[in-house]
């Protein structure tokens, strides 16, 4: 299998850490859908990332989607997502609320360092930041009050890779102090093997 894509996406970490979880096998390729378009295109025309090519060569985009099939496959001691209905439409709103401030610092970070300053739209900005936070504090919030810290669960890993991200790209619009349950999350997980064999890059 090939994962297409670079780690500094936190999708494409997500998918990455978590395969290493499941105890797939699988080659990185670390090609970017900007400087390197055209090498991205031979593999995935769409040059979305994450791509994870499969062993007979299917080709499954969007990091929830490609998880969602390796978690179907996992055994019990390897799944990332509670079985019960009521933990796992818990952690679905938790992890609902992680990929938000994901889908926001992206835009964020965008909206920056891609668009021109004279074509940023104030507004814009300013409602994707104010999505961002509210994502964030209920995150924070809810973190504070889950009881499961001691897994390498998907809420985890998402945390854990997502935060991260946050913290490199935007430290000065999402400040660590005041999300203290995230960077406590992050700061374990960061130390864990599967994560540094994947560092953000």
């Keep these: 299998m090939k994962l297409i894509g670079m780690m500094d996406s936190p999708y494409v970490r997500r998918v990455a850490v978590s395969l290493a979880l499941y105890g797939v096998e699988f080659e990185s390729q670390p090609l970017s859908v900007f400087s390197t378009f055209e090498a991205f295109s031979q593999q995935n025309p769409v040059v979305k990332a994450p791509t994870l090519v ?10 929830t989607l490609i998880l969602h099939y390796f978690e179907s ?11 019960p209905p009521q933990a796992l439409a818990e952690d679905l709103r938790l992890l609902g609320l992680i990929l938000a401030a994901s889908e926001k610092a992206v835009q964020h970070v965008y909206e920056h360092h891609l668009r021109p300053a004279e ?59 005041e999300f203290p349950a995230i960077q406590r999350l992050g700061d374990r997980f960061e130390s864990h093997a599967a994560f540094k064999r994947y560092p953000y890059a």
Aim: overall charge negative; hydrophobic content about 40%.
């Design 54 to 63: 499969l062993d007979d060569g299917t080709a499954l985009m969007d990091s």
């Design 119 to 177: 074509k940023q739209h104030q507004p814009w900005t300013e409602r994707v930041t104010r999505q961002l936070l509210a994502a964030c504090r209920e995150w924070d919030r809810t973190l504070e009050k889950r009881q499961r810290h001691e897994k390498v669960d998907q809420v985890a890993i998402s945390s854990t890779v997502v935060w991260t991200f946050i913290q490199q790209m935007l430290p000065e619009v999402v400040a660590a102090t």
């Design 73 to 83: 496959l996992a055994d019990p001691a390897h799944k990332m997502l509670p079985q």
